[in-house]
C-alpha cells in the first residue's frame, strides 16, 4: 500500500448512522422535539436486533440525540452513550406534535417537503440550519476518532442531511432515499473529504 493510501486510512474515520428505532408515533404525528414516550415494543425488538448485529464491530464511541427514543436506541448498541444536541431532531417549532393528517394540505408544510433547500418551519429552524450543526459533528467526530469507528443514533432527516452532504445533493432531494428505523447509514470521512459507503442497512430478523 502507498503512503499515501496509509495517510488517509489514518486520518479516515468510520462513521455509522443510526436512525433510532420505531416509536409509538411514527407516522402520526411529527413528535419532533416534543412529548417522547421512547421506543414502542416493535422499536425495543430493533434495538435489540440492532445491537446484536453490531457486537462484533469495534465501535469506539456512541454519541446520540437527548431524544429518549435514540438514546433507547444507542443504549443497545453500548452501554455509556454520549449525549450530542448537535443530533437532534429538526426543531419543528409550531408543528412540534400535530398529526400528519391536521398538516395535510398546510401551504408552508407541502413547501417544506419540496423545498428543504430554502423553507422555514414557522417558530423553528431550517432544514439547512439542521444540516449544519449535524455536519459539523461529524466532522468533529471524524478528527478525534480518525483511524477508529463511531455510531452516531440520530432522525430520519438528520442523517438525511448528513447524506445529502456527502453526496453533494440539494437539500431539495433529500426524501429522494429512504433511511428507515433501527437503518444504519455507513459514511468515511478524512481530511480529504467524505464518501458514502452503505445506505439505510438493517439487522437481519
Known amino acids: 500500500m502507498s503512503d499515501r493510501n496509509n495517510r488517509e486510512e489514518t486520518l479516515t474515520a468510520s462513521i455509522l448512522l443510526v436512525r433510532h428505532a420505531s416509536h409509538s408515533d411514527l407516522g402520526q404525528r411529527l413528535t419532533g422535539r416534543g412529548l417522547d414516550?421512547?421506543?414502542?415494543?416493535a422499536g425495543v425488538e430493533e434495538a435489540r436486533r440492532l445491537g446484536r448485529w453490531l457486537a462484533d464491530q469495534e465501535i469506539a464511541?456512541?454519541?446520540a440525540s437527548p431524544r429518549g427514543r435514540a438514546q433507547q436506541t444507542a443504549a443497545a448498541i453500548r452501554?455509556?452513550?454520549?449525549?450530542?444536541?448537535?443530533?437532534?431532531?429538526?426543531?419543528?417549532?409550531?408543528?412540534?406534535?400535530?398529526?400528519?393528517d391536521a398538516l395535510k394540505g398546510n401551504t408552508a408544510w407541502d413547501r417544506w417537503n419540496s423545498e428543504?433547500?430554502?423553507?422555514?418551519v414557522p417558530g423553528g429552524e431550517s432544514m439547512a440550519e439542521a444540516q449544519e450543526r449535524?455536519?459539523?459533528?461529524?466532522?468533529?467526530?471524524?478528527?478525534?476518532f480518525a483511524g477508529r469507528m463511531v455510531a452516531l443514533v440520530s432522525h430520519c432527516d438528520i442523517i438525511r442531511a448528513v447524506v445529502a452532504w456527502v453526496l453533494g445533493?440539494?437539500?431539495n432531494r433529500i426524501l429522494s432515499f429512504d433511511v428507515d428505523p433501527a437503518s444504519v447509514t455507513h459514511i468515511v470521512v478524512?481530511?480529504?473529504?467524505?464518501?458514502?459507503?452503505?445506505?439505510n442497512e438493517r439487522a437481519p430478523a
Open 116 to 120: 428543504r433547500s430554502t423553507a422555514q
Open 134 to 144: 449535524a455536519v459539523a459533528h461529524v466532522q468533529q467526530v471524524a478528527r478525534e
Open 61 to 63: 464511541a456512541v454519541h
Open 79 to 100: 452501554s455509556d452513550v454520549v449525549t450530542a444536541d448537535a443530533l437532534d431532531e429538526v426543531d419543528f417549532g409550531e408543528w412540534t406534535g400535530l398529526r400528519y
Open 37 to 41: 414516550g421512547g421506543l414502542a415494543p
Open 169 to 171: 445533493l440539494s437539500l
Open 190 to 199: 478524512g481530511e480529504w473529504g467524505a464518501r458514502l459507503v452503505r445506505l
